[in-house]
């Protein structure tokens, strides 16, 4: 919410103050070089793995002053979840510890080095709950189905999840099936070096084989050369696309 100087004379002082100091930036901030006067940054974060919040950790993550705030699931293997994994340490046994943390930047930090305090907010994530993607999914309005995809790939999460998200949207599409005679597949994702073929609506194996590096930047360009012709098609207003 913006406010116009002129009329936020009536509000309360501290939501004055608050108004002055708070300033959406778009780019990275020194934090470490500042004033000593203390900042709080609200980042998205990828559970530390991806995002603005790189950015900051290699260089606030050793500083004992900064604390930082997990706000939602952390995946195992992310280095938000090995933060979470070594909040309780103390600092005498965060100094034992001999892995690193690896960033996307090529940088790493020693595990043993990171001396903020870390903690965390149960119970809260940016993404919907089961029952919630369930809705999402099979949607309808005034008892029509809104349209809906008619195959759900599961790829985000762990294993156990992915499988009772799996047995949620089944149930679902089995209700889809008997009141608008619509069939939704739940597919997970799997080893096999299939494709699955949306037009056929069928897994299939790749026409290129992957030691072959040569066919697959052809077929890396021809993908490309396709999506950009699609591009164009909707920027022309174009209601219709035809292979």
């Not at 930090?109 to 119970?123: F, H």
């Amino acid at each position: 919410m913006r406010l116009d100087p002129e009329d936020s004379r009536g509000l309360p002082a501290t939501v004055r103050s608050w108004r002055r100091i708070h300033q959406v930036v778009r780019k990275h901030v020194d934090f470490t070089s500042g004033d000593g006067s203390g900042a709080i940054l609200v980042t998205s974060g990828g559970m530390c793995d991806g995002g603005p919040v790189l950015g900051y950790l290699s260089a606030l993550l050793p500083l004992q002053s900064t604390t930082v705030l997990l706000t939602g699931f952390q995946s195992p293997g992310t280095i938000g979840a090995r933060l979470q994994a070594i909040k309780a340490l103390p600092e005498e046994e965060r100094a034992k510890l001999t892995d690193k943390i690896e960033f996307e930047d090529g940088g790493s930090l020693n595990l043993a080095d990171v001396k903020a305090e870390i903690a965390c907010i149960r119970g809260y994530s940016g993404h919907l709950d089961q029952e919630g993607l369930a809705d999402w999914a099979f949607r309808g309005y005034r008892d029509e189905p809104s349209q809906v995809g008619r195959t759900i790939f599961l790829t985000h999460g762990n294993a156990d999840q992915r499988r009772g998200l799996e047995r949620t949207l089944a149930a679902r599409a089995k209700q889809w099936k008997d009141k608008y005679g619509i069939e939704v597949g739940i597919c997970l994702p799997s080893d096999e070096p299939s494709w699955f073929d949306l037009d056929t609506g069928e897994w299939c194996l790749p026409d290129v084989k992957p030691e072959d590096p040569d066919a697959l930047r052809r077929e890396n360009d021809m993908l490309k050369a396709e999506i950009e012709r699609l591009r164009r098609q909707m920027r022309s207003g174009a209601t219709c696309m035809t292979p």
